[in-house]
């Protein structure tokens, strides 16, 4: 989450595999809501968005990706834990360079010592049809 009254840009990589996509999941303590985005992370300032996507995939869950297709820029304005967000994210369609990612139905990571996510393969009708909520809101658009 970026520091108040300060616009974050991320790099987000969608992954798709047939009718599934590889999302991260979160939740929102003070909604009491589960949600799910593309995993990914900030650009570091110097760092162009492309790089920035390869080395949080790495850092992330230790994956190299493949077939990086730039599909374009989002503007995000969310409230998450009841604070204001802003973000500049800069999507980008890959593919997983190994295949046993594919093979996995979710796997755990940690962004930091203190948080730890899950990140998993979601049938696309299942954000559709309105069960689970796949932010922001605009991905649909690039599925």
């Known amino acids: 989450m970026n520091k108040a009254g300060e616009i ?3 790099a987000l990589g969608l992954i798709r595999d047939g009718e599934r996509i590889f999302v ?3 939740y929102d303590p003070v909604e009491q809501e589960t949600f799910y ?3 990914g992370g900030g650009v570091d300032f110097g760092e162009a968005s492309h790089a920035a996507l ?3 995939f790495q850092e992330e869950i230790q994956a190299d990706l493949t077939n990086i297709k730039y599909l374009g ?3 995000n304005l969310f409230t998450f834990n009841g604070r204001q967000g802003h973000e500049i994210i800069q999507l980008y369609q890959c593919d997983f360079v190994d295949s046993k990612f594919y ?3 979710s796997l755990v990571f940690s962004e930091s010592q203190h948080h730890k996510h ?3 393969w979601i049938d696309i009708s299942r954000f559709k049809s309105g069960e ?3 932010v922001p809101e605009v991905f649909f658009e690039y599925l």
């Open 118 to 120: 899950k990140a998993l």
């Open 8 to 10: 974050r840009v991320i």
């Open 73 to 75: 820029c989002i503007e």
């Open 132 to 134: 689970l909520r796949l």
């Open 37 to 39: 985005r593309a995993l």
């Open 103 to 105: 093979q996995l139905e």
């Open 54 to 56: 390869e080395r949080e």
């Open 24 to 26: 991260s999941e979160g």
